[in-house]
């Protein structure tokens, strides 16, 4: 029996960012010859052989420009050694290793009557340097074409009212984010779906780019599988927190694998704060330069004394990026959720504060109807009874506590783990309850890039 009753009223409160057929590096980014892979002129050192005998001589070039399927050589060479195979070692780094790829002879240059380069098509990359090569190509497409290929549109629909099509393309995405690489047999047993359909959406996610074919894996005496990776590399996503209370506005800008590109915290000087924001992310794009055009779009979290959606409308028609917006302590829980990889399939429960929480079931946020006794702080033993009768109610696989609230209460964790475990119901004995490990002072602008990179996910095959 719980103590008392306990609303237990939760409303998803996320809004969804769709973004329409992004073909960003195979479909349409091609050059003026309408080939399949962008080429980027790029002169790199390479050394070269035509024989797969070890002992053959290694001859010197360079190249003109490179792709993801193939690259030109300055190279000198007989007219009929089309379709002959080449082994080459290119250096993308001073300091780097050369990375070893077999090409095969696709088509010749000539200058008058001599050959004065070779077109030459990627077979295999050896060495599991795929990764390397391919996300070095990635970072070298021209920003502008990439921010063209992008059209996000707004929708307010929680996951479970998407169509089946935008569920299997989140899951399938947050499925490589979180454990990849992995191959679509891994894909098909975790989210329940045909080898075909899975397919399909691999083909969809390799032609935008968002995902990248990284080799084969271990073979256990059949064909290795193939396996697949998400390119981190695909965008930046903004994540602004907004704090009206302590009077700062905290922003940063982070790759597709939380790795923070650029950052910036100012104090708030105006009752109209869009000035402040406004050269505060002026300053980010500075800080990236041509890079700031990869921004695919942006989250915002603002404080329970500032929520005002001219802020994000501010943002999407001066920077023309996408916006999606949340409260701060329901971002920490989903920043919680969507960076701890291995339980971001579970259900969580946080506790924010002595008034404050949140869960987060199957990718989506939900808040009580009504926050605990208004805005009254409890006492310890108050918050305790509260805090473990909701639990008992919910039911969540793990519950979280901020550490502002493990200072204050410091046996919080310790009160729930154990009467949890002395509970007679069956299922509250095996619920986890965890101090939160993230970085306070980021928390918040990572959960609101996590919410903006959910959206993507939800968008790409729409």
């Known amino acids: 029996m719980l103590p008392t009753p306990v609303r237990a009223c939760f409303l998803g409160a996320n809004f969804r960012l769709k973004l329409n057929k992004c073909k960003m590096m195979n479909n349409f980014l091609t050059h003026n010859d309408n080939r399949k892979y ?203 927190e907004i704090n009206r209370k302590q009077k700062f506005i905290h922003a940063l800008v982070s790759n597709m694998d939380f790795e923070v590109i650029a950052e910036e915290r100012a104090v708030i000087t105006r009752a109209d704060l869009k000035d402040d924001l406004g050269r505060m992310i002026n300053e980010i794009k500075v800080k990236l330069g041509d890079k700031s055009n990869q921004i695919l779009g942006a989250g915002i979290g603002f404080d329970d004394m500032y929520v005002d959606e001219k802020i994000a409308d501010y943002i999407s028609v001066n920077f023309s990026l996408p916006v999606v917006s949340e409260e701060n302590f329901h971002l920490e829980s989903f920043a919680q959720t969507w960076m701890t990889r291995e339980l971001s399939e579970r259900s969580i429960l946080y506790i924010h504060s002595k008034h404050t929480l949140s869960m987060i079931m199957g990718g989506d946020i939900f808040k009580p109807e009504r926050e605990i006794e208004g805005k009254a702080e409890l006492s310890p033993m108050d918050l305790q009874e509260k805090a473990l009768a909701l639990i008992e109610f919910l039911a969540p696989e793990v519950v979280y506590i901020a550490k502002r609230v493990e200072k204050e209460i410091p046996d919080l964790r310790r009160f729930l783990s154990d009467r949890l475990k002395m509970a007679n119901i069956k299922e509250t004995q095996s619920i986890k309850v965890l101090v939160s490990d993230m970085d306070e002072t980021k928390v918040v602008a990572l959960g609101a890039v996590s919410l903006a990179m959910k959206e993507i996910f939800i968008g790409i095959c729409a």
């Open 38 to 240: 962008y080429r980027i002129a790029e002169t790199l050192p390479v050394r070269m052989r035509f024989s797969d005998r070890l002992d053959s001589l290694w001859q010197e070039a360079r190249t003109e420009n490179i792709s993801e399927g193939g690259m030109f050589v300055a190279k000198e060479l007989s007219p009929d050694s089309i379709g002959n195979v080449v082994h080459l070692e290119i250096l993308l780094d001073k300091d780097g290793k050369p990375v070893k790829i077999i090409c095969e002879v696709a088509w010749i240059k000539r200058a008058g009557d001599s050959v004065s380069g070779i077109g030459l098509k990627i077979i295999q990359i050896e060495g599991g340097n795929k990764e390397t090569f391919l996300t070095y190509i990635y970072r070298k497409i021209p920003s502008g074409l990439k921010k063209k290929a992008c059209k996000i549109k707004f929708l307010k629909e929680p996951l479970f009212k998407l169509s089946d099509k935008e569920k299997n393309c989140f899951q399938i995405l947050d499925y490589i984010r979180r454990l990849g690489p992995v191959s679509k047999a891994d894909i098909s047993r975790e989210i329940n779906l045909n080898a075909v359909s899975v397919g399909k959406f691999i083909d969809e996610f390799l032609k935008s780019g968002i995902v990248f074919d990284c080799g084969f894996g271990t073979s256990s005496g059949g064909r290795p599988a193939q396996l697949f990776k998400l390119n981190k590399d695909f965008g930046f996503i903004m994540g602004i």
